[in-house]
């Protein structure tokens, strides 16, 4: 019984005196195991990505001695972020908001092109629980087995059978919370401490807190998920058209449904009769216990099951596969009206903007990585005192600046003011430089405060001259090995 | 606007969806049921509510309000959050106590650390005279400069801070400007004529009257002692050097003879009973860093 009916059925009630509907109990979904090419992309997509989840906190990356070796990392405790050879500090995170964007925009163009192919495939809720049902299925039996079972109660058999299948829930649950914590620290030193009882604190309540959530949300929870507390179907439904691809039966072609022995005795009397035999193949087989028949519907996360389910039934009573597929709202309206349908148009103004922003915003970002330097200098101008006048009468302003060396070794800056002829620059923890600037030498990895000291001659006197007011002046950090550069622009002031 | 409470068709005829049965205008409410648990999270939530309001502080009473079981409080909580961070900090604070002034500036963790802690404690103690950068204001010496009335190393400044100037500290620096007009010591002529030679050692220009000449023979006999033959001032006594361009009560003349007539002497407490040896330590450094040193 799909949800509607359940629906449709409490209303009846309702209508005969019960009490009203407001709520629904739930109707437990007993998927049965199909056969076909979407079970077998799903199957391979679930490998996929359980595999580079569970694996990728193994792998190593070299940084040399001064960072740590593993490819994918957040290290919270300084701070970084680690992917491969990228490294992120906290005042970069602004390429989270372009990965974000990145995200979002790569959802909206799957959207446009062929529905919920994120829903369908690759959420890790449709993962994890497809996962979980393939664990329930061999432990328990197919669809009717299940049903039965649930309908006998408990014997030793089904008891026996159903603390096993938790078992195995939890086993996986568990290993889905232990990766986890994985990205957060060393992973092999981790797993050796967890192993060992002697992992921090906090690792084993985030285990354990992933672990129920995935053995609720897998286990229990499962399509309820999607059709409750998700917002991405609802946006999804506000964001397709007419002519993205969606999971559709082709009731063009499958109305009338009815039986293989009506339907050919309709045809026979000149009647028109569809394709659909109506054998309820496609229902049973969903795991969000909808009816695709009854068009596109916030439950279906397109997961294309009900395809391969239908084209089994058809390939048997040899007609032609494809009466559910992926098609188009305005392919299935044309055929209905008696007009050839359009080929698909995956290039339309939506998809053409979508990928458009995907590139420009991945570029940006991959162009700002690439040349992004290995060093950095923001500074400060004192506020108070805006200058110092020294005993000679020359003018003094004081800055307080950060450097960062985002590099493995420690590196020696040495810190000019090129534009605007300082008599003198110091800065407090440097040492006289080769050049006559004042060198500073930061650590690897790490950032150093410092104030530095800019001074002019006394200025003529009396107003009006060029020696008064505010002036600017850049700062430049050149590295004394590479000579790498940057720059950074402030100001002095005068009385 | 009616509202039909029970409608006997209660199928919505276009979409097959049930319907509420409630109508407004001859539009039907869809009925969308929420799956039960939903509401069952809704009273779970009421409940977890009330145990709330049981375990923390709540209902406000007339004068008070109910303490919760734990007896939980904010202001305990920033209490224990200040007391962890300070044990946090223990370690550097106790190197800090441990290390001479120049090593700590000679090592980077300590000096940024002591900078660091002393800019707090020059925004609590001595921001108030000195300004908030130490910028200072006339008659509060600027400490960015590199003037110095009593002398501007390390352990000098370390033992102004200690004792204060001409604080009740026995060990203060003392030094005296008599009020050489207030308690006739000098005439008004060689008050005026003795102000305007000191502002010409500074290269300040002077009225082209000013008798240079018998200012140079009072100040000779009078301040000299103090001030040195050259007016180069002397550290030790606190003396300002009268050449340079750093007028601590400004540099014009009324000022100037304002000043002899009156005498100076400024005031700056003693903190070494007040704040512990860790943070006078630092506060030495954070001023010596200031720039005044020269770098
Ligand atoms: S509806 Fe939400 S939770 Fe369900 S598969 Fe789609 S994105 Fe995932
Ligand atoms: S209706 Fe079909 S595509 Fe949609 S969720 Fe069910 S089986 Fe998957």
């Given at each position: 019984m799909s949800v509607k009916q359940q629906q449709a059925k409490e209303v009846a009630l309702e209508a005969a005196g019960a009490e009203g509907p407001l709520y629904s109990s739930r109707t437990k979904i007993y998927p049965q195991s199909v056969h076909g090419k979407f079970r077998r992309i799903k199957w391979a997509i679930l490998i996929l990505t359980l595999g580079i989840y569970y694996i990728l906190p193994f792998i190593r990356w070299d940084r040399g001695p001064n960072a740590p070796a593993q490819a994918v990392l957040v290290d919270l405790e300084h701070h970084r972020f680690y992917f491969f050879f990228i490294e992120i500090w906290p005042q970069e995170v602004y390429y989270l908001t372009g990965l974000l964007i990145l995200a979002a925009m790569a959802l909206f163009l799957m959207n446009a092109v062929a529905g919920r192919v994120w829903c369908g495939y690759l959420c890790p809720q449709t993962v994890w629980t497809d996962l979980f049902y393939a664990v329930e299925r061999l432990i328990e039996g197919d669809r009717r087995e299940r049903m039965q079972k649930a309908q006998k109660g408990w014997t030793l058999e089904t008891f026996a059978q159903a603390l096993i299948k938790h078992w195995a829930w939890l086993m996986i649950a568990w290993w889905t919370g232990g990766a986890w914590v994985l990205y957060f620290a060393d992973a092999p030193t981790l797993v050796y401490n967890l192993a060992t009882f002697q992992g921090p604190a906090m690792a084993y309540i985030w285990i354990a807190i992933l672990t129920f959530m995935t053995y609720f949300f897998a286990g229990f929870m499962r399509e309820q998920v999607c059709t409750y507390m998700c917002p991405w179907p609802r946006i999804q439904a506000a964001l397709t058209d007419e002519y993205a691809l969606n999971v559709t039966y082709r009731y063009d072609r499958g109305e009338p449904r009815g039986s293989v022995k009506k339907n050919a005795a309709l045809l026979a009397s000149g009647s028109p009769a569809g394709d659909c035999v109506d054998c309820n193949q496609c229902v049973v087989v969903c795991p969000t216990g909808v009816d695709i028949r009854e068009g596109l519907q916030i439950d279906c996360i397109q997961c294309g099951l009900c395809i391969d389910a239908c084209d089994n039934v058809m390939t048997k009573v040899g007609k032609p596969t494809g009466l559910i597929a992926y098609d188009t709202d305005i392919n299935v309206k044309l055929r209905e009206a008696g007009k050839p349908p359009l080929a698909a148009r995956i290039l339309r103004p939506r998809t053409i903007l979508y990928a458009a922003i995907i590139g420009v915003v991945g570029g940006i970002m991959a162009f700002t990585l690439a040349t992004r330097m290995d060093s950095g200098i923001s500074v400060m101008h004192d506020r108070n005192p805006l200058f110092t006048r020294l005993s000679d009468g020359s003018i003094r302003n004081a800055y307080t600046i950060r450097i960062a060396n985002k590099q493995t070794d420690p590196r020696r800056f040495e810190v000019r003011v090129d534009d605007y002829e300082p008599t003198q620059v110091e800065a407090i923890g440097a040492e006289k430089g080769p050049n006559g600037w004042p060198v500073l030498t930061v650590g690897p990895d790490q950032t150093l405060e410092s104030r530095v000291f800019v001074t002019r001659p006394r200025p003529a006197a009396g107003k009006g001259n060029d020696d008064h007011d505010r002036h600017d002046l850049t700062f430049s950090l050149g590295d004394l090995v590479t000579g790498e550069t940057v720059k950074a622009k402030d100001h002095f002031m005068m009385p | 606007m009616s509202i039909a409470p029970h409608d006997p068709s209660p199928i919505d005829a276009h979409t097959g969806t049930a319907t509420t049965g409630h109508e407004w205008d001859g539009i039907r409410e869809l009925n969308t049921p929420l799956p039960r648990w939903w509401l069952y999270m809704l009273y779970a939530s009421i409940v977890w509510a009330f145990g709330y309001m049981i375990v923390y502080p709540a209902v406000p009473l007339v004068s008070s309000y109910t303490k919760g079981l734990f007896g939980w409080s904010a202001r305990r909580a920033v209490a224990e959050e200040l007391a962890a961070l300070t044990a946090q900090r223990a370690p550097m604070v106790n190197a800090l106590a441990a290390a001479s002034l120049t090593e700590i500036e000679k090592d980077p963790k300590l000096l940024s650390f002591a900078r660091a802690q002393g800019k707090a404690a020059f925004g609590d103690n001595c921001a108030p005279c000195h300004g908030a950068g130490g910028g200072g204001a006339k008659a509060f010496p600027n400490l960015n400069d590199d003037d110095w009335l009593w002398a501007g190393t390390l352990e000098d400044i370390s033992a102004t801070l200690t004792?204060?100037?001409?604080?009740?500290?026995?060990q203060a620096r003392v030094g005296n400007m008599p009020a050489f007009g207030a308690d006739g010591l000098l005439k008004p002529a060689e008050v005026s004529a003795v102000a305007d030679y000191a502002r010409s050692l500074s290269g300040l220009a002077v009225d082209a009257k000013a008798d240079l000449k018998t200012g140079a023979k009072v100040f000779e006999e009078n301040c000299a002692a103090c001030h040195g033959p050259e007016g180069k001032g002397i550290q030790e006594i606190g003396a300002p050097n009268l050449t340079d361009q750093i007028w601590l009560y400004g540099s014009d003349k009324a000022t100037v003879v304002e000043g002899i007539n009156k005498g100076r002497g400024g005031v700056m407490p003693n903190w070494g009973g007040r704040l512990d040896a860790g943070t006078i330590k630092a506060l030495a450094v954070y001023v010596h860093t200031l720039g005044g040193s020269g770098g």
């Amino acid at each position: 019984m799909s949800v509607k009916q359940q629906q449709a059925k409490e209303v009846a009630l309702e209508a005969a005196g019960a009490e009203g509907p407001l709520y629904s109990s739930r109707t437990k979904i007993y998927p049965q195991s199909v056969h076909g090419k979407f079970r077998r992309i799903k199957w391979a997509i679930l490998i996929l990505t359980l595999g580079i989840y569970y694996i990728l906190p193994f792998i190593r990356w070299d940084r040399g001695p001064n960072a740590p070796a593993q490819a994918v990392l957040v290290d919270l405790e300084h701070h970084r972020f680690y992917f491969f050879f990228i490294e992120i500090w906290p005042q970069e995170v602004y390429y989270l908001t372009g990965l974000l964007i990145l995200a979002a925009m790569a959802l909206f163009l799957m959207n446009a092109v062929a529905g919920r192919v994120w829903c369908g495939y690759l959420c890790p809720q449709t993962v994890w629980t497809d996962l979980f049902y393939a664990v329930e299925r061999l432990i328990e039996g197919d669809r009717r087995e299940r049903m039965q079972k649930a309908q006998k109660g408990w014997t030793l058999e089904t008891f026996a059978q159903a603390l096993i299948k938790h078992w195995a829930w939890l086993m996986i649950a568990w290993w889905t919370g232990g990766a986890w914590v994985l990205y957060f620290a060393d992973a092999p030193t981790l797993v050796y401490n967890l192993a060992t009882f002697q992992g921090p604190a906090m690792a084993y309540i985030w285990i354990a807190i992933l672990t129920f959530m995935t053995y609720f949300f897998a286990g229990f929870m499962r399509e309820q998920v999607c059709t409750y507390m998700c917002p991405w179907p609802r946006i999804q439904a506000a964001l397709t058209d007419e002519y993205a691809l969606n999971v559709t039966y082709r009731y063009d072609r499958g109305e009338p449904r009815g039986s293989v022995k009506k339907n050919a005795a309709l045809l026979a009397s000149g009647s028109p009769a569809g394709d659909c035999v109506d054998c309820n193949q496609c229902v049973v087989v969903c795991p969000t216990g909808v009816d695709i028949r009854e068009g596109l519907q916030i439950d279906c996360i397109q997961c294309g099951l009900c395809i391969d389910a239908c084209d089994n039934v058809m390939t048997k009573v040899g007609k032609p596969t494809g009466l559910i597929a992926y098609d188009t709202d305005i392919n299935v309206k044309l055929r209905e009206a008696g007009k050839p349908p359009l080929a698909a148009r995956i290039l339309r103004p939506r998809t053409i903007l979508y990928a458009a922003i995907i590139g420009v915003v991945g570029g940006i970002m991959a162009f700002t990585l690439a040349t992004r330097m290995d060093s950095g200098i923001s500074v400060m101008h004192d506020r108070n005192p805006l200058f110092t006048r020294l005993s000679d009468g020359s003018i003094r302003n004081a800055y307080t600046i950060r450097i960062a060396n985002k590099q493995t070794d420690p590196r020696r800056f040495e810190v000019r003011v090129d534009d605007y002829e300082p008599t003198q620059v110091e800065a407090i923890g440097a040492e006289k430089g080769p050049n006559g600037w004042p060198v500073l030498t930061v650590g690897p990895d790490q950032t150093l405060e410092s104030r530095v000291f800019v001074t002019r001659p006394r200025p003529a006197a009396g107003k009006g001259n060029d020696d008064h007011d505010r002036h600017d002046l850049t700062f430049s950090l050149g590295d004394l090995v590479t000579g790498e550069t940057v720059k950074a622009k402030d100001h002095f002031m005068m009385p | 606007m009616s509202i039909a409470p029970h409608d006997p068709s209660p199928i919505d005829a276009h979409t097959g969806t049930a319907t509420t049965g409630h109508e407004w205008d001859g539009i039907r409410e869809l009925n969308t049921p929420l799956p039960r648990w939903w509401l069952y999270m809704l009273y779970a939530s009421i409940v977890w509510a009330f145990g709330y309001m049981i375990v923390y502080p709540a209902v406000p009473l007339v004068s008070s309000y109910t303490k919760g079981l734990f007896g939980w409080s904010a202001r305990r909580a920033v209490a224990e959050e200040l007391a962890a961070l300070t044990a946090q900090r223990a370690p550097m604070v106790n190197a800090l106590a441990a290390a001479s002034l120049t090593e700590i500036e000679k090592d980077p963790k300590l000096l940024s650390f002591a900078r660091a802690q002393g800019k707090a404690a020059f925004g609590d103690n001595c921001a108030p005279c000195h300004g908030a950068g130490g910028g200072g204001a006339k008659a509060f010496p600027n400490l960015n400069d590199d003037d110095w009335l009593w002398a501007g190393t390390l352990e000098d400044i370390s033992a102004t801070l200690t004792h204060g100037i001409r604080s009740a500290d026995p060990q203060a620096r003392v030094g005296n400007m008599p009020a050489f007009g207030a308690d006739g010591l000098l005439k008004p002529a060689e008050v005026s004529a003795v102000a305007d030679y000191a502002r010409s050692l500074s290269g300040l220009a002077v009225d082209a009257k000013a008798d240079l000449k018998t200012g140079a023979k009072v100040f000779e006999e009078n301040c000299a002692a103090c001030h040195g033959p050259e007016g180069k001032g002397i550290q030790e006594i606190g003396a300002p050097n009268l050449t340079d361009q750093i007028w601590l009560y400004g540099s014009d003349k009324a000022t100037v003879v304002e000043g002899i007539n009156k005498g100076r002497g400024g005031v700056m407490p003693n903190w070494g009973g007040r704040l512990d040896a860790g943070t006078i330590k630092a506060l030495a450094v954070y001023v010596h860093t200031l720039g005044g040193s020269g770098g």
